[in-house]
C-alpha cells in the first residue's frame, strides 16, 4: 500500500512535448520552466511549486495554509516532511513543514500549518501576509518518520505543540484508507487556546469508532503523558505501536513507558543544539562530504579547512570571486567584511573570508 | 605617470579601503525587493524579447519582419549575455538564494562554458586585474594592448586580429580558458586542457546545434532567413560585447601594473587598483542596462558582488571619493572611449619607439619584468 498523493494534473501531450528534448535544445541553456513561469508561476515542469488557495488562522499562533501543488510535486508519506520556500523581501526563505493533510487526499491538495515563533522570519511573514495566490517552493519529500506499510493492529498517535502535523497526516491517511485498527490520537499543548485540529479530530471520531482522541494543556492542570492515560484508551501498551512528534522531552517520556522502545517511531522538530558563541568560537567544525570533523582553530574556514588536509576550490582569497562558495549545511559564521552572521539551515556562504561563530557543518 | 603607491601613503590606503568596504556593506545591508524585482524584470524582457524575435524571425517572409527580429534576438542576447548573465555569474543575486540566479549553477546564451568564465574572469580578471602577466584579459593572449607587452612582428596584425575578435568574440571568450598562448609557447599542452575541451565542445555545439540546425529546420521553408537572422543577432552581440568590453580597461590613461607593484597589495591597494585599471562610459539608462552596467567598470570592479544597477546609485560616492584621494576616474562616451582603444589598437601594432628591432619569442622569457610605463 501506498501513501502517496495521486499527481493533480495528468502529464498531457503538450506538456510531454515541452518535456522533449528538442524543447530542451530550443530553450537552451535556460531550459523550458524559465519560460513556463513567465506565463504563470506554477506552470513549471520540473520545479515544485504550490499556490495557496486558502488561508485560515486556528490559533492566534499558527496559520493554516491550503496549497495546489503543479505537476512537479511527486506526493508525499504521511508523517514525512517537506522543505517549503516562501520569497520575503526579495530572498527566498527556505523552512521545514510536514504536511497536515491525508497524503491520500483526493484532491492532492496540501495543508500546511506554520506555528509562529516570536524570532521566527518565515512563520510571522506567513502569519501576516499568506493569502490565495501566493506561490511557495516545494522540495521533496523526505523523513522516516511514516508508518509502516502495513499500519500497526493498535496505534498510539502523540504530540505536543506544533508536532500535531504529521501524525495528523497518518490519522488522516488511515482514516481515508479505512483503517478499522484502535487508534489513540493524544495531543498535548501548554493551554487550550493553543490546541491545534480539535474540532476536525472529534469530528473524524465521530465517524471512526475505533478513533478515541485526547486533547490535553499542560499549563492548564492535565497531567502530562502517562501510562494510565494510554491505556484507558486503547489498552495495555504492549503490543501497541505509538509515533510520537514533539519536543525531546516528550519523546522521552513516551519511550521510558514503552515497555518496547522499538515500538515508539518518534520525530523531534527541534533542530540538534549548536552552540552560536560570536567570532572567535570554540566547537566542531563538521566537514560533511569529507566526513571529518575538527576543533574549531585559527583563521577563515578556508585555512580551517585547508590545515584539517581538505583542498576546497578557491579563488581570490579576498572575498570577490565566489570561487569558494560552499553550502553550509548548519551552525553560525560570521562574514569578517560585513560582519554579518548565518545563522540559517543550508546558506550559501564564502569560505575565504567567513569564520565559525559556534559550531558549523560545511558541505565540503 | 606616478605609480599609484607611490601616490598615496599606506595610512591613506588604508582609510580608502574602510571607506569603500562601509560603501559596500551599506548597499549589501539595504538589498532587498526592489533588487529582486529589478533582475526579473530584466528576464522578462529578455526572454520577452527572445520569443518575439524567434517568432518575428518565423514570419520573415517580409523583410521589416526579419529585420525587427534580428533586432529583439539581439537585444535578447545581449541582456542576457550582460546584464543577466555576466551579473548573475558574478554572485551579486546570490543573496535571493533562488537557484535560478544562483552564481555557481547559472549558464548562459553564449558558446562560452559558464564555469569556465567563472574561473577566467572572477577569479583571475577580477583578482589580478590588470597586471601584466597575470590578467589574461589584457589583449586576450592575441593581441598587444599595452606599450609594456614586448612588440612582436606578427604585432602587425593587431588591427586584424581585433577585427575578428570582435566579430567571433563569443567563441574567443569560449576558448579563452584554454590559454592558447601558454599552448603555443610549449607551457602546456592540449592534452593538458582535455577537460577544457571537452567542456567548450559540449557547450559550443549545444548553441550551434539551437541556432544554426535546431531552430532554421523547424522554419521550414524559410530556413535560410531563421538562419542568417541568428547569425546576425550572435554578430551584433559579439561586436557590442567587445566594444563594451573594450572600454572597460583599455582607453588612454588607463593603468597596468607590474607583478612586482602587487606584491604585498593590501584591500586599499587592492581597491585603487581597481580604480586605475578601469574606465567608465558615459550614457543614458537603456545604454547601461544595454552594457550590463559595464558602462560602470569602476564602480564594478570594486565591487564586483554588488547588484549592477546600484553601481549608477553609488557613482557619485566613488567620483568623490576619487577626488578626495586623487585618484583619477577615466570615463566619457562611447565614443571617445573606444576611439581611443582602436586607436591604441592601430598604435600597438607599430613597436614602440627607439625599439629597433622586434623581440623574438625566444627572448621574452628572458626579459627583465616590465617596469610601469613610464
Redesign the interface.
Known sequence: MSLTTPRPRAMGIPRRLLGSQ?VD??V???GID??LE?IRPDLTLHDARGEVTAVRRQTARSVTLTLRPNSAWRGFRAGQFVRVGV?I??????RTYSPACSAARSDGQLELTVTVHQEGVVSRHLYAHARPGMILHLGTAQGEFVLPAQPPERLVLISGGSGITPVLSMLRTLCDQGHDGPVAFMHYARTAADWLYREEVQALARRHPNLRSAYLATREGDARVCADAITAMIGPLEGAVAAVCGPPRLIDAVRSLWPDPGEVLAETFTPPALTVTGAAANGTLRFLRSEQAVAIGEGTLLEQAEAAGLSPEF??R?G????C?CRKAAGAVQNI????VSEEED??IQLCVSVPAGDVALEI | MPTPNRTLTAEQLDALGREL?EL??RV??D???????YIRRI??WQ??LE?GGRSLLFGSILPPAWVAGVAALSLSKILDNMEIGHNVM??QY?????P?L???RF???TACPADQW??SH???H??HTNVLGKDRDIGYGILRMSEDQPWRRRDLGNPLYASLLALLFEWGVAVHDLEVERIEAGEVTLTDKRDILRAIWQ?GR??V??DYV??PL?AGPFAPLVFTGNLSANLIRNVWAFMIIFCGHFPEGVEEFSEQEVENET?GG?YLRQMLGSANLTGGGLFHILSGNLSHQIEHHVF??IPAHRYREIAIEVREICERYGVPYNTGPLRKQFGSVVKKIFRLALPRDGQEQPVRDSEIEEQQPIALAA
Open positions: 528538442l535544445t530550443l537552451g541553456p535556460h524559465r519560460y513567465l520569497e523581501d526579495g530572498v527566498r526563505r527556505t579563488g581570490c579576498m570577490i570571486c565566489h570561487t562558495t567584511l560585513t560582519g554579518e546558506e550559501d | 568596504d559596500r556593506n549589501l545591508a538589498l532587498g525587493e526592489r533588487d529582486a524585482e528576464i522578462r526572454r520577452g520569443i558574478h554572485g546570490d543573496w535571493m538564494k533562488d535560478a544562483d552564481s555557481k549558464e548562459w546564451d567563472r574561473h572572477n577569479y583571475m577580477h583578482t557547450k549545444r548553441q546545434l539551437k535546431a531552430f523547424l584591500r587592492w564586483p558582488d
